[in-house]
């Protein structure tokens, strides 16, 4: 198995609270995952673990946490193999000094900046990679535009591509469609199954279940800081395993590609 995440028997602690509890999970590179949960769950707290801002808080012999084999990591020097999106990182670059465009977002994805600075040299390889990147996705019209006036949406696309610049194996998503209307959050959606094609795997961090595209084939449920439910597409993800760690009876419906669940 090519291991993206190894944990074994990993917990978090914060101000005397468990809110990661005994983790175990193994998770290959080459697999599209959704890791699905209510608020609270554990959800923002194992993403915060891969980037490095959290290690366990048990680190004895039978605790195990990799990413890609590594024990300790820095997630800037991983992002050949890693890309990752958060809502944090948005919010990093609106509340910038600098006024960044949208290609200088794409750009500092070489340098693992929030913007591009005077020390940094940029050849004219990155340039044509970025331009390439900002193609694929489709917003070629909006790289001059400064990323503190685009919506939302369009400045999530610009960060995926910041992203993507390092063609890493692994692209997690933390709560993709968040503050998205309806018309941004179908361009996205689009964009997700789009990057599968370009070769790219997908790990997908959500509560809602509408971020959920077709070709997710492996759910992980995050429920109370454990893993709740862990299996195949067929297996975890039905209206019965949904209430259970929703704790509300919901009726899933798969539509045109399209996921939707109703309250009964």
């Keep these: 198995m090519n291991s993206f995440i190894e944990f074994k028997k990993v917990s978090v602690i914060r101000s005397a609270r468990k809110i990661l509890d005994d983790i175990n999970l193994e998770i290959d590179s080459d697999e599209n995952v959704a890791i699905i949960g209510p608020n609270g769950s554990g959800k923002s707290v194992f993403i915060k673990l891969l980037t490095g801002k959290f290690y366990p808080s048990y680190t004895g012999d039978n605790t195990v946490c990799r990413l890609f ?15 990752i999106v958060t809502n944090e990182l948005q919010y990093d670059f609106h509340n910038s000094r600098s006024r960044i465009t949208g290609f200088d977002t794409v750009l ?51 960060l995926i591509a910041r992203a993507l610049v390092n063609n890493p194996k692994v692209l997690i998503l933390d709560e993709p469609s968040n503050s998205l209307d309806v018309a941004s959050f179908i361009k996205l ?44 597409r067929a297996e975890i993800f039905n209206s019965d395993k949904l209430s259970s760690l929703f704790e509300l009876k919901v009726k899933l419906h798969e539509s045109n590609d399209l996921c939707s669940i109703t309250i009964l």
């Design 108 to 158: 500092s994805g070489f340098f693992s900046s929030i913007g591009i600075f005077s020390n940094h040299v940029v050849t004219k390889e990155m340039t044509k990679k970025a331009k390439d990147i900002i193609g694929f996705l489709g917003v070629d019209a909006l790289e001059d535009k400064k990323l503190e006036i685009m919506s939302s949406g369009e400045a999530r696309i610009f």
């Design 189 to 232: 959606y689009n964009i997700m199954r789009k990057i599968l094609s370009y070769g790219t795997k997908i790990i997908l961090v959500t509560h809602l279940v509408s971020d959920i595209i077709p070709e997710m084939n492996r759910f992980i449920f995050f429920k109370d800081g454990k893993v709740f439910a862990d299996g195949k």
């Design 69 to 83: 084999g590594f024990e300790r990591w820095n997630i800037h020097n991983l992002r050949s193999m890693l890309g």
